[in-house]
Structure formats: C-alpha cells, structure tokens
C-alpha cells in the first residue's frame, strides 16, 4: 500500500511560485514575455500589444491566427499548451468589429494570453478553427458560432450546440438580437407545434445506426440530400 | 489498457501512518487479496453491425439534470455517443449584459447552484479586476471561507450522487447530513442556502454574524470523521472499485488537450490547480495540498475530489485561525452602499445611495478574465466594459461544459452501464453547462 500520491504544483515550474496580483494598473505594466515574441515571429500578423489590468492582450490578423496559436502551442519557448476559452465580443457602438477571444494558458510556465482578432462588420464573420491545435476548442467554437454567427473554417461539426437545431431567430447574443427574442410567443408556438414529436433522432443519428435501413423511403431521400429531421 | 490488479480489504481502516486515505496500488501486486479487473471489452465480432441506437435522456436521474446522450450501441459496448445539450439554455450571458455588476451576482448564483457561493466569490473578483478595486483583508479570508464551504458542498452531493448512480445509497445519506450542516452555516451568513448572492463588488454582502466561527470549527473539526466513515466503506470496497476502475481514462496530455479541468484534469496527472498556479486571495499563502491521480479513471476522479475535500478542511482551519478583524467592505461610497442608518439621515449618504442602486457602479473602459478553481475546474468570468455601469459582455467560462465536450472519447468501447459512472465522474452542473 502506497499513501495517497500528492504532488506540489509549486515544485513543477521555474522561477518563483506565483502570487496574487495586487495593485494592477490600468493600461501599461509588464506584458507577457510571449507578446514580444509573437512580435518577432509574426511582425505582420500582430496588429497591437494592450496590457489591460495585468493582462496581455495581442490583436492578431484573423488570416494568420492559427498559425500563430499553432506556434503558441508548440513552439518549446512558450508552450501554450491549454486552451481556456474561446468566446466572441460584440460592442453596442454598430460601426465597432466584432472581436473573437482566445484565452490561452501555458501550463508550464504559467503564463495567461489574450489573443484577440476583428472581423469587420459586413464581411463574412470567419475565422480558422483551432480543432486541430485543441480538441477542447470542439464545443467552445460550436457555442461561439451559435451564439454570434462566426464561422470556424476547418471546424468538422460546426453545428448550433444551445439552441436547437432549427432554431431560426438568429444569433442570441449579437447585440441586435433583441433582449426577449426575435419571434412573438404564438410565433414560437406555432413553431413548436409544427415540429415532428416523432423525430427524436437527428438525421446524422439515424445515419449512424442500422436504424438507417429501416427508414421510410422519403427520410432517406432526405437524409442522402443532406436535411434535418424535425425542420 | 494494461491489466491492473486491486487490493481489496474492506476491514482495514484506510488511512496509512500520516492520517491519509491509502492509496489502492493501480499495478499487480502479488501479496494479499486481489481481484484481477480485464479492461472492458471491445466490440464483440458477432454482434458486428448489428448496432442498436439508444437514447439517454433528457429526463433521466443518471444523467444530473437535463443531458441527453445518444448511444450507438454494439450490443452492450458503446461505439459512439452524442451528446446533446442546451435544454436549461437561459441566455444568462445575454440578461447580464442589461444588468448593473452587482445585480449580476444573483445570476452567478443560478449557474453552478451547488457552487452558489463560489460563483459569488469568482464574479466579485473578476469585477473587482474590472474596476481596480483592492478588498480588504478579512474580505479576503471571508471569501476563502465561502468558496472552500461551498466546494466541499459540492464534492458532497457529487459523491452522494455518484454513489446512488452506481448503486450505493448510505454514502449519499452520510454525505447530505453534513452538507446540510453547511447549508445552515450559510443561511445563518447570507439569509439564503441555495441562492446566496454573497457578494458585492468591494465587499460582501452581509459580515459574519457573531458565534459563526465556532460553528464553523464544530465543522472543520468534525467533518473529517465523516469522511473517514464514507472511506473505509467505498474506497477498497470491491463493488466500489470493480464499478470505477479504469473507466473513461484520459491520458495527461488528452486531458490536457481536451481542455479538462479540476478534479478530471488532476485525475489524469496534471498538476493543475488554479489556486496554485495562477492564485488568487492570497491562496499562495494557505498550506495545502494538490491531490494528483496517476491513471486518470473514475476512481481516480473519486480519490482526488475525496482528498480535495480534506484539504478544503485544512484551508478553513487556517482560515479561521487567521480572519482577522476590520471592515469587510471598501471605503468608497461610489461602489458600496452605505449603511441604512447613515441614508436616511445624512444628504450625502443618501445621494450616494442613490447613485449605487439606480446608477450603478461604473469601471473604467477594459475587460478582465478571472478563474477560480470551482470544484468542477477552472471557472472564469471574463467581463468587457465600455465605461457604463453595464457590461458589454459577460462571458461564463464553465468547466463542466469543456469537461462534459471528452465524454463521447471516455464512453466509447465501454458498457452501457459504465456510462453512467463516467458522466457522473465528470461531475456536470446542467445549469452551468446551459447558462
């Protein structure tokens, strides 16, 4: 019998062991050693440095930001290794660019990076998926695109994962969308009542299971043309 | 999956000499009594292609709230599981964003509701970044208190809950005596035991009333005994471990990728603990421990949380030896609002009161992202403000969500009935999955 195995975070990486930040300022402060090199590595990609509250936030060109978190995350100087978040910013001021927010974490050297990218308003909100880089980014790209819209190209299941399906009002959290929703009451009523109470499976389910082979003639055509159940 | 063989003593008293749960020894030991566990099966080649799809959910006991899992099944191995979400969806990111910084701490409440406290806890902190407020220090060590509370509240009904899952009741009973013990803790705090709202922006809501303290070391003190009880039936229990035993492993570096966090992430042998590596209210200066699994299954998931609720205990002690006397909120009258007394008497009092309730604080322009170690995992509040006293985006980091993303990778090539072991070792909160 061995006693319970305890490891101390504190004797795993360099340097000093962290302490609570205190006293942050505003703008300014020391940024994060990976800013600088993601300066050096990508001078045309980054657009600017900001330090805001102790956190360093890098704005990227939205062409070349998998190549620089690709970088982040292999690269043995910085070792990006944890993906936190991805989330969408919209501003209430309309001419303002939708900003995408990666959170990244180094777990070994325990550092934190804001990388920061804008997609201009009128043109199509996309951007690179990171899936390859992070799995974890899987159901935080989904939840980005069916809150705001953002297309992750690369994405292999960029379907909406809150809402259903065949939800129609649009994108929940653009600032557009009003607080109560698109739809009247007896809209979304009428709706819910069109739907099939009989299609608990999704189209892709059914794809998956010998339960295709037993499908009336109709739903498999259906389903060969690539449409969803219950829409 | 390499064979592993369990001790199984069920009369031992599970701790060794330093006071700690033993560790079951995860490779082949030959002294004693041992059970040889065969990793589970793969897909049988009879029953190849005769492959059933099933339906979990979304109102099912096993699956903690409104999850819905669709199985693929070849026989009783899954081949692949799609999970489905989004039935408790609210929109609480899009009300916040109508909603002044303190009004959102009711919301936070709503989320992770096993975890009110520390949601509290976390939003205050993110939007004391926001606005450049430094809180005093028994704000500090009151805050320390509320989240270690409210972590062992929630390590409770997880373990209460994963033992009726697997079939296991008196642990569930032991389990939620104690966390009613907390929960009368708290409402003698806050007024409120599930929707606690204990925070504020520059403080807390309400100081501790006089006498907490000693009911809170009547807890600390014996709490433990309870754990050692629920110990030495469930960890070398021989159901227990057959139950749980290599199930859902993740290895450290797909634990890492997949972007797990907490308990799952410390089970599969990362060392991460937001408390240690990225502190916050002064966490770097309590002497505790991060309990760590090696082979990243559902009992190590079990041990580590198990563990994480002793240190939790050994955090409050400290804690309590510590709190040390002073105003628990800021003095600035733009963000705190004064005492009743002073309102209906003094002009200016008054005047600020009104500013707080009807204006609300105002941060300056800025955005701040503030993780906590909840007891699902990393939990963070990143917050965007155009200088108004609302939010231009209220962003919830939930770790269960990220966490419950690996469960169609841990049940594949599993039994039916194990998948309810792994979604219940991921310890999922519908409420913070859905927001």
């Not at chain 1, 929703?181 to 299971?209: D, K, T």
């Not at chain 2, 599970?14 to 589970?40: K, M, Y």
């Not at chain 2, 936070?108 to 509290?120: A, F, K, P, V």
């Not at chain 2, 809170?216 to 009880?229: A, G, I, K, V």
Request: aromatic share 10%; glycine share 8%.
């Amino acid at each position: 019998m061995t006693p319970f195995e305890v490891v101390d975070t504190g004797a795993r990486a360099a340097g000093p062991p962290p302490v609570t930040p205190k006293n942050l300022p505003h703008r300014g402060g020391e940024a994060n050693p990976s800013a600088k090199a993601l300066q050096e590595k990508f001078a045309g990609a980054v657009k600017r440095v900001e330090v805001i509250w102790g956190e360093t936030v890098v704005y990227l060109d939205p062409a070349s930001v998998k190549d620089a978190i690709g970088w982040l995350h292999d690269d043995t100087s910085q070792q990006y290794d944890y993906l936190s978040d991805v989330t969408a910013v919209e501003y209430r001021d309309a001419e303002a660019p939708i900003e995408v927010v990666w959170h990244l974490r180094s777990l070994p050297f325990r550092r934190f990076l804001r990388i920061k990218t804008e997609l201009r308003k009128g043109e199509p909100l996309e951007t690179d998926s990171i899936y390859d880089i992070y799995r974890g980014a899987d159901w935080l790209e989904r939840e980005c695109f069916d809150m705001f819209g953002i297309r992750f190209r690369g994405h292999p299941d960029l379907r909406r994962i809150l809402m259903w399906e065949s939800y129609k009002e649009g994108f929940p959290l653009r600032k557009d969308f009003p607080l109560r929703g698109r739809f009247s009451r007896s809209e979304q009523l009428r709706q819910a009542l069109a739907q099939n109470p009989e299609a608990r499976y999704s189209m892709e389910e059914l794809s998956i299971a010998d339960a295709f082979a037993e499908l009336p003639e109709d739903m498999r055509a259906r389903l060969n043309k690539g449409g969803r159940t219950g829409e | 999956m390499s064979k592993r063989t369990v001790e199984v003593e069920l009369s031992t008293s599970g701790l060794d000499r330093h006071g700690r749960p033993q560790r079951v020894p995860l490779v082949t030991n030959d002294g004693g009594t041992a059970i040889a566990l065969e990793p589970p099966p793969g897909v049988e080649p009879d029953l190849e292609g005769e492959h059933m799809l099933i339906n979990i959910g979304p109102q099912h006991p096993a699956t903690h709230g409104v999850l819905r899992l669709v199985l693929e099944l070849d026989g009783e191995t899954v081949v692949r599981c799609i999970p489905h979400i989004g039935y408790l969806h609210c929109g609480f990111e899009k009300i916040g964003e109508y909603r002044q910084y303190n009004q959102i701490i009711c919301w936070t409440d709503r989320e992770d509701y096993l975890n009110s406290l520390g949601n509290n806890v976390a939003f205050a902190l993110g939007a004391e970044r926001l606005f450049g407020i430094e809180i005093t220090e028994r704000c500090k060590v009151l805050r320390v208190i509320a989240a270690e509370l409210s972590r062992i509240m929630s390590h409770l009904v997880w373990l209460g809950t994963f033992c009726i899952d697997i079939g296991a009741f008196t642990p569930f009973l032991w389990a939620f005596q104690r966390r009613e013990e907390i929960y009368r803790l708290i409402e003698k705090w806050v007024g409120a035991r599930l929707t606690t709202s204990a925070t504020r922006v520059g403080g807390m809501a309400a100081d501790i009333p006089s006498g907490w303290m000693d009911g809170l070391r009547r807890f600390t003190h014996t709490f433990p005994s309870t754990l050692d009880e629920i110990d030495r039936v469930l960890t070398r229990n021989a159901i227990w471990v057959g139950r749980t035993v290599g199930l859902g492993v993740m290895t450290p570096a797909e634990a890492v990728n997949w972007g797990l966090s907490g308990p799952m992430l410390r089970a599969s042998g990362v060392a991460y603990d937001v408390r240690r590596d990225f502190p916050y209210l002064d966490y770097e200066t309590y002497d505790f421990d991060v309990p760590v699994g090696t082979s990243g299954d559902v009992y190590d998931r079990y041990l580590v949380r198990f563990e994480e609720m002793r240190q939790s205990v050994r955090i409050l002690v400290q804690a309590a030896e510590r709190l040390p006397d002073g105003p628990v909120n800021i003095d600035d009258p733009r963000t705190i609002l004064p005492p009743k007394s002073k309102a209906t008497s003094e002009m200016e009092s008054m005047i600020h009161h009104f500013k707080v309730v009807m204006e609300g604080p105002r941060p300056p322009i800025g955005e701040s992202y503030v993780a906590v170690e909840s007891p699902k995992g990393e939990k963070g509040y990143y917050m965007v403000s155009d200088g108004t006293s609302k939010p231009v985006r209220w962003r919830i980091r939930p770790p269960s969500f990220v966490n419950l993303a690996a469960i169609p990778k841990m049940v594949e090539g599993h039994l039916l009935s194990d998948v309810i072991a792994i979604n219940a070792s991921i310890d999922i909160v519908m409420g913070e999955i859905d927001r």
